[in-house]
């Protein structure tokens, strides 16, 4: 870890950065961001903004990784903002992003994003106005069950402005881009105006093994410091088990086994392999990232 303090305090001393570029740590999960950028935060005096879609829920902390004892005086950002339930989206982010970062500036400080929702963070390096627009009230709960076929038909019917670019990827977000395009349509003022901030993108890259071992560690440890305990809590609050389904894998499997339907070694079993699986989605959109021209210094 200390050599990857130094190697990124090298980086930053030959690129000369300004405190209003931003420095992005990036990596898959278990690769030890939030540790490295607290050790780096004490150096520069900087701040943390989290890029975590779930680590902004209070209350969802062994779950999501939290750590916050590994922050110790360093300040951080867009960490329980919000009440499990809440439902939180790619727009809002931007929008949280932006006043934090506006915040540290005004302190004279500089800004590090940390994370690995890969999707958060491009946001921020490639700023995506569109995102910001507001959903529109049963438009998309209507598009549901749609084939993608009739999906992409849909899509066809609209004029797309140049420089919005549709991911395609899976039918929600084409669901997504259909209720941009109608809101578009019916909103033909619509003005975007965002800047995306500079950057300078660090990326964690441990050895396979390393990364599947501590994943693997870590996992234990979070069972061990009482994890499904804090899910029990959860649902104890009112929180229902479709509710943390949709808060991914961990409390998905949490829901699964505390209903019943799964063992107990069922469950670590599956959970471990599909966090190993998460892990490997996180490379493959970072190596996107990297393919859409966002410059990645690995380390």
């Known amino acids: 870890m200390i050599d990857r303090l130094k190697h990124i305090l090298s980086l930053l001393e030959q690129e000369n950065v300004p405190k209003e570029k931003v420095i992005v740590i990036l990596g898959p999960t278990a690769s030890g961001k939030t540790k490295l950028a607290v050790q780096l935060a ?47 989206n790619l727009g809002n982010f931007i929008m949280d ?43 998309k709960e209507a598009l549901v069950g749609q084939t993608r076929s009739a999906l992409i038909d849909r899509l066809k019917a609209y004029t797309c402005p140049l420089d919005f670019q549709i ?25 975007p105006g965002q800047q995306a901030p500079e950057v300078f993108v ?31 809590q ?11 389904q949709y808060y991914g894998l961990e409390y ?16 670590f079993t599956k959970l471990e392999t599909e966090i190993h699986r998460y892990a490997k989605r996180q490379m493959t959109y970072f190596r996107k990232m990297e393919k859409d021209g966002i410059a990645i210094h690995w380390i």
């Open 42 to 88: 004490q150096q520069i005096d900087a701040e943390i903004i989290s890029a975590d879609s779930r680590q902004i829920y209070r209350r969802m902390d062994i779950g999501t990784g939290k750590d916050l004892s590994e922050y110790q005086h360093i300040p951080y950002h867009l960490i329980d903002i919000h009440e499990p339930g809440t439902k939180y």
């Open 97 to 139: 992003f932006n006043q934090a970062y506006q915040s540290i500036l005004k302190k004279d400080k500089h800004t590090i994003l940390c994370g690995g929702t890969g999707l958060y963070l491009q946001s921020v390096i490639q700023q995506k106005p569109y995102a910001l627009i507001p959903s529109i009230t049963g438009f």
């Open 167 to 191: 991911d395609h990827s899976t039918d929600k977000r084409i669901i997504r881009a259909i209720e941009i395009l109608e809101f578009l349509q019916q909103n033909p003022d619509f003005k």
């Open 202 to 232: 660090i990326g964690l890259n441990p050895p396979l093994e390393k990364r599947r071992t501590g994943i693997s560690k870590r996992l234990k440890e979070r069972i061990e410091n009482g994890f499904l305990q804090e899910v029990e």
């Open 234 to 244: 959860l649902l104890a609050e009112g929180l229902t088990h479709e509710q943390l």
């Open 252 to 267: 998905k499997y949490a829901s699964l086994y505390l209903l019943g339907e799964m063992d107990y070694s069922t469950f």
